[in-house]
């Protein structure tokens, strides 16, 4: 079955660590994004790509970076720098470019010992 | 930009009543608008996608909305509702530049048995 996978589902970052989420996806799209969730925020965009080898930064792009090597793959690292990175992380794809539909793997919660 | 308001952050419904849920656009006509569901601690579910011309879109789980120029709206509507309605839901809009979707902040359905 197509679709997107993020992993860990869980994930503990001590302090001054870099941590990287990961987002595969076998639907063959061009685009790609990472979002993050807060409660009552709704979504807010951390980075996107729309080709491989290319990727921009989003509304809340500082403390976060990503590769886009593959088509298939597009990681994202929570730095230190991020000074609050509890939140849910939810990474997307879709065919064409930014305005069509979307679909979302399962989420990556993180949390901060 | 584009933005998209939903208005009730928190809506209760008793099982079997209509449910509406309320979103509203900012300005010219979008190309596309769309409503999406989250379960808890999962990703996103695409619901429903409404594209010009459109009047009465339906979705998946016996969802429908209707776009309304006159009024800037594309409200979500279910004749009757079912317990595993529980959710949350989004309202969304293509972003600036058509990049990404940008979200509503998103409107919790709680069905009462």
């Known amino acids: 079955d197509g679709g997107i996978t993020q992993s860990p589902k869980y994930l503990f970052r001590k302090e001054g660590q870099n941590v990287t989420l990961s987002c595969e996806q076998n639907?063959?799209?061009?685009?790609m994004y990472w979002y993050r969730q807060d409660p009552g925020q709704g979504l807010r965009l951390i980075y996107y790509s729309q080709i491989v080898n290319d990727f921009q930064k989003g509304d809340i792009a500082e403390g976060y970076s990503v590769s886009r090597e593959k088509k298939e793959s597009f990681p994202l690292t929570v730095t230190s720098a991020q000074k609050n990175p509890t939140a849910f992380y939810l990474c997307a794809s879709s065919q064409g470019q930014g305005g069509e539909t979307q679909y979302f793997g399962p989420g990556t919660r993180l949390l901060v010992l | 930009a584009q933005s998209v308001t939903q208005l009730g952050s928190h809506v209760s419904v008793s099982e079997g009543a209509l449910v509406l849920l309320r979103c509203n656009y900012s300005s010219s006509v979008p190309p596309y608008l769309f409503w999406y569901v989250q379960y808890p601690n999962q990703g996103l579910q695409l619901l429903l996608k409404y594209t010009t011309g459109a009047t009465l879109v339906k979705g998946i789980n016996g969802f429908e909305a209707e776009f309304k120029k006159s009024e800037t709206s594309f409200h979500l509507t279910k004749p009757s509702a079912h317990m595993s309605d529980a959710a949350e839901y989004f309202c969304a809009v293509p972003g600036a530049g058509r990049r990404a979707l940008t979200f509503g902040s998103g409107t919790r359905l709680q069905v009462q048995p």
């Open positions: 639907l063959n799209h061009d685009a």
